[in-house]
């Protein structure tokens, strides 16, 4: 038994929705396949509504009221976060599809604690040498309120020093 927590409804529930669907495409694929050692895979989906108290409840009733074997989720980095403390002291295995914040799998990762997704180090590593080519030195941020968009700021300002840069803001 897998069980997925996502944001069905709410403000990320477009990301969330292609996720699941990919998840039970592959639960199909994989039972069609005889299951995982001959046992079939038993997908168990619940909305956190982009809410980390719904995000942390959920996973409590699948650990305990449903026996899931290992949770998925969150794609909001906050709730995916609170959730790793939940599987974390139960011992269940945790995988994170789509948490970018980078203490999931850096600073506070538990041990059972597996990402698949970039890291917020990942993308400013990749992105912010180029934009300062193209566009300057000088950086004004508008960030999103969250996890995510705070771990990504701190992030561009750690590789936007070394290269001679400025940023603006707080």
């Known amino acids: 038994r897998i069980g997925f927590i996502d944001p069905i409804t709410g403000s990320l529930s477009a990301l969330a929705v292609s996720e699941v669907e990919g998840a039970r495409w592959t639960t199909e694929q994989i039972n069609k396949k005889g299951g995982i050692l001959g046992r079939q895979v038993e997908l168990l989906v619940e909305d956190s509504a982009n809410d980390t108290g719904t995000g942390v409840q959920k996973a409590h009733k699948l650990i305990e009221r449903d026996n899931v074997d290992v949770i998925m989720g969150d794609v909001n ?11 974390a002291a139960k011992g269940i295995f945790h995988v994170v599809p789509g948490g970018h914040t980078d203490p999931i799998t850096g600073t506070d990762c538990k041990w059972n604690t597996f990402r698949t997704c970039n890291t917020t180090a990942m993308d400013t590593s ?6 300062v080519k193209r566009f300057g030195k000088r950086w004004f941020f508008v960030t999103p309120d969250y996890a995510y968009g705070h771990t990504l700021q701190d992030n561009f300002v750690k590789k936007l020093k070394p290269l001679g840069g400025e940023f603006e803001g707080d």
């Open 77 to 87: 980095s906050g709730i995916a976060y609170a959730i790793m403390g939940v599987t």
């Open 126 to 131: 990749a992105i912010v040498p180029e934009l």
